[in-house]
């Protein structure tokens, strides 16, 4: 969600109506690696934390984590150590009719259609242009681009006291 | 949220100002029998959708599978088997300061104070009464008391068509 708004707002201050090309590199001639494979089994991973943005973005969602990162949360020690993977699945955050039958009001939302997956891949050596983290971003299985690609890090930057990584463990 | 919302609007139609009391017992010789004693390793289980209550619940908050739930959700089969326990995690749902900097203004929302957790277990001889489904409910490790305890059965009961279960499988 966080890093989906971060994308988001980056993408809409740069005007891009699509957010999705065709690109597949790795990275171009000014942008450093970042991830263009979906990391295999996220969907199996343990829960991080859930997160919904309100506004034009409109999005419910949950925070995903490999077994590397599920140790490193819950044992609050940073940096986050390689091998690192956490996944952000992002759906619209939608009325539920069948609830709001039973409540006899809109109150509840649930995740609607998805919109995208993101993940942020710890490794120190291959991302060290990028503190150390590659960032990925998936809508119908294809990688933003690199010019995309390029908005995730300045604003993960600005979350260095945890190491880029805006979401905390939910107990 | 949607099993936490019928607790609650159940309660309030009650006129209960606490929801959780000492109760501790499986049933009172009123009710039918419910979930005592919190599953073990429920936070390590795999994610099923997360949901949100806007209003006066204002929660955000996951809902987890064991192997049993994960694998009737993903196949999409009903009745679920017993065996199979589904947990509703809900946290206050509040707002990210630390987000809403970066982004200028107040749009994100993220799991705060825990409030409770609840859970649905699958044992259609135990709980033959309820519709094959053990309820529970905790707050600060304590269940919910018998009278709060009857109120899940009959908003549940509204959700036939999916073996009383609120919750659909975010893919």
Not at 115 to 131: E, H, L
């Amino acid at each position: 969600m966080r890093r989906f708004t971060f994308f988001l707002v980056a993408v809409a201050t740069a005007g891009l109506a699509v957010l999705i090309g065709p690109a597949r590199g790795h990275a171009d001639g000014q942008s450093a690696p970042y991830v263009t494979d979906i990391p295999n089994g996220y969907r199996d991973w343990q829960w991080i934390s859930s997160a919904h943005e309100a506004g034009n973005l409109n999005s419910l969602g949950a925070v995903l984590g490999n077994d590397v990162a599920i140790r490193a949360f819950r044992a609050g020690k940073l940096p986050f150590p390689d091998g690192t993977i956490i996944a952000a699945l992002h759906y619209r955050n939608v009325p539920s009719e069948e609830n709001n039958k039973v409540f006899g009001q809109a109150q509840s939302f649930v995740p609607g259609a998805p919109t995208n997956i993101q993940f942020m891949v710890k490794d120190s050596t291959k991302y060290a242009a990028t503190g150390g983290w590659g960032f990925g971003h998936f809508a119908d299985g294809k990688p933003g681009d690199a010019t995309f690609m390029k908005s995730c890090f300045p604003c993960h930057e600005k979350a260095k006291g945890s190491d880029l990584v805006f979401t905390r463990y939910a107990p």
